[in-house]
Structure formats: structure tokens, C-alpha cells
């Protein structure tokens, strides 16, 4: 299989469970940031890109070590309400399985953010975007990447990307690219803030016209 994975295949086991995942003001930061990541075109759906799939995820910790993330395929949505949200509330590796609250299915790069969570005790905000002026310059930027072999939403993208963030200097760094998903950036911090500017700083300053 051609490890230039499509986004939105869910390779994982879900248990999810019918309920409230969030309040909307545990993910009024995560929208200010969804509408500006969709203005850029860094998360949305496009017909032309990524075979018309939506593509892009949002999450956070909360409090009490569970996990909201957005739902899958609800990247296309101009404004999600907690009824887009998932919140994870246990996952085993092992079994490739993942348990969840509320109303829709969590989005298929779950385990990717919950790689960087468990490495990363400091991350409390993961976002997954696809960033092409990025991504085609990760090596130019020096920006580590995982092995291109390597299928985004499965036990092995965890591993691998446990694997990069044992590099202290990695972990810092706030970013890493997915060699086998095309376009596919992942940025985390302490806060929505950081996890978002981190990205601008990759990116060439727009000229105005």
C-alpha cells in the first residue's frame, strides 16, 4: 500500500459511548483557532485535495488527563459545537482501541495526538494540519519528520512518533512533519496560542499586494 495515506480512515477500534463530550466554553479557544487554520486553508476540505476528504484536527487536555479532540470528517464544518467533539477517556495501545464520549466518532489521527500527550507531559494542545509550503520544505526548515513507510492513525505512527519526541531537542521544537502523509503537520504547546504560532513561524511572511 502506498504509504501517502488518505486523512479520515479510522484504523483503530472505537468504543464510544453516547453522551456529552464538552461544554462550549472548554473549546472556545480550539474554534478561534479552527476559523483561522480554515482561512489559511490549512484545515477544511477541498474537492481538489486529498481525494475531496476533510482534512485537519484539533485537540486538548483537560484537567482530569482525558482528551477533547474533533470529530472525524468534521474538518469541512465552518464552526463546530460540542456535538463535533469527542473526549477520550481511555485508550489501549495494545489492543488498538480507543474509548470515547459523545456524539460523534474521534478523529482518525487520535493516536497521533495521544502519542504527544504521552510523551510530552508540558502539551496540553496537539493541532494536525496540512501545511504544503511546509511539508515540501521539512528537510530545507530541518524540521524531523517520521519514516515515510509509516501509516498515519496506526500503532505504528504512535510508536514512531514516541520514538522522535525521546529527542529532547525535538520535543521543544513544537513540530514535526508526517513523512508519509502528504502535507501532514504536527504542532503541540501549553497553550492554543503556541500550538498556532508555532506554525506561522514556518511559514514565509505574506506580501501584500
Known amino acids: 500500500m502506498n504509504a501517502m495515506t488518505p486523512e479520515g480512515v479510522i484504523r483503530f477500534c472505537v468504543e464510544c459511548e453516547t453522551g456529552k463530550a464538552c461544554d462550549a466554553s472548554e473549546i472556545e479557544d480550539l474554534e478561534t483557532w479552527r476559523a483561522e487554520l480554515q482561512k489559511r486553508g490549512w484545515l477544511g476540505h477541498d474537492p481538489c485535495r486529498y481525494g475531496g476528504l476533510g482534512f485537519g484536527n484539533l485537540s486538548k487536555r483537560l484537567a482530569d488527563g482525558t482528551f477533547l479532540i474533533t ?18 477517556i481511555e485508550f489501549n495501545l495494545e489492543r488498538n482501541w480507543v474509548r470515547a464520549v459523545g456524539l460523534t466518532k474521534p478523529s482518525s489521527e487520535v493516536l497521533t495526538h495521544l502519542a504527544i500527550y504521552g510523551s510530552l507531559s508540558t502539551a496540553m494542545y496537539v493541532f494536525h494540519t496540512h501545511i504544503p509550503e511546509i ?21 505504528e505512527m504512535f510508536r514512531e512518533v514516541e520514538r522522535l519526541l525521546q529527542d529532547r531537542t525535538v520535543s521543544q521544537l513544537g513540530i514535526l512533519a508526517m513523512g508519509g502523509h502528504q502535507d501532514g503537520i504536527m504542532t503541540w504547546a501549553q497553550t492554543a ?9 514556518f511559514v514565509a511572511p505574506r506580501r501584500n499586494i
Open 135 to 155: 511539508w515540501n520544505r521539512r528537510h530545507e526548515l530541518n524540521i524531523p519528520a517520521t519514516n515515510a513507510k509509516v501509516q498515519c492513525g496506526t500503532i
Open 71 to 88: 470529530g472525524s470528517q468534521t474538518s469541512r464544518l465552518p464552526k463546530l459545537t460540542p456535538t463535533e467533539y469527542a473526549k477520550i
Open 193 to 201: 496560542d503556541g500550538a498556532g504560532t508555532t506554525l506561522l513561524q
